[in-house]
């Protein structure tokens, strides 16, 4: 079973704080992980992709992968209340089958 | 990345009909894949798409109820066939890139609503 599991939240943070959101997957020969913002109403849009153990920086944000706790989290820096959005995770598996998490909603708060 | 763009944006359609949403990318891509999101819920893969053969479909999803295309390398349809209410959703295709280990990127979507 390929499952790509996260917490829904909601998760709410005040402006400029950290915002922490996590997942976990159950397929260890996975080898690519993403991040994807999805504002309501709209389509996801990649924020960050990750494929090597350890942190990867874009900005204000920072994937972190951990592969032998089949673990991947993104943090938001200095959020922002236009970083309220529903976050998915994504983990490719096999012949290009990518599987999404239920995504996590996110509200930074003024 | 590709621009992506479908059509239409959304639609109001009666119980019993068939709607064909088109995706159309800017660039030629190899794999093009439909999904289907429902409301309030995550990404569920209908079927990818290869030009020049015949569409794989996920468990669950029937080639009669969800007729895909794919000409050429640029453009893809699907179809959803005798629409019930449990149709309603927002159906997205999206296009891998292979320069980026297989990133996809997803175009607007269409937001169907069947009565």
């Known amino acids: 079973q390929k499952e790509v599991e996260q917490n829904s939240g909601p998760l709410s943070v005040p402006e400029g704080a950290i915002a922490s959101l996590n997942c976990t997957y159950s397929d260890r020969g996975s080898q690519s992980f993403f991040w994807y913002r999805q504002y309501s109403g709209k389509s996801p849009e990649l924020i960050m992709s990750?494929?090597?153990?350890g942190d990867k920086e874009d900005g204000r944000f920072t994937a972190q992968l951990n592969k032998a706790s089949q673990y991947v989290s993104l943090l938001i820096r200095d959020s922002q209340p236009s970083d309220s959005a529903t976050y998915l995770c994504a983990v490719l598996y096999n012949n290009n089958d990518m599987r999404f998490g239920a995504g996590t909603r996110l509200t930074v708060k003024p | 990345s590709a621009v992506i763009s479908q059509k239409p944006s959304r639609d109001i359609c009666q119980r019993g009909t068939s709607l064909t949403i088109q995706c159309q990318v800017d660039s030629q891509v190899t794999m093009m894949f439909w999904y289907r999101q429902q409301p309030g819920q995550s990404l569920t893969l209908i079927a990818t798409?290869?030009?020049?053969?015949?569409?794989?479909?996920e468990s669950g999803f029937v080639i009669d109820k969800f007729p895909i295309s794919r000409p050429n390398l640029t453009f893809s349809t699907l179809t959803v066939s005798n629409m019930s209410p449990e149709d309603s959703s927002i159906y997205l295709c999206?296009?891998?890139?292979?320069?980026?280990?297989?990133?996809?990127?997803f175009g607007p979507g269409t937001r169907l609503l069947v009565l």
């Open positions: 990750i494929y090597s153990n």
């Open positions: 999206s296009v891998e890139d292979r320069r980026l280990r297989e990133t996809q990127y």
């Open positions: 798409a290869n030009q020049g053969s015949e569409a794989t479909y």
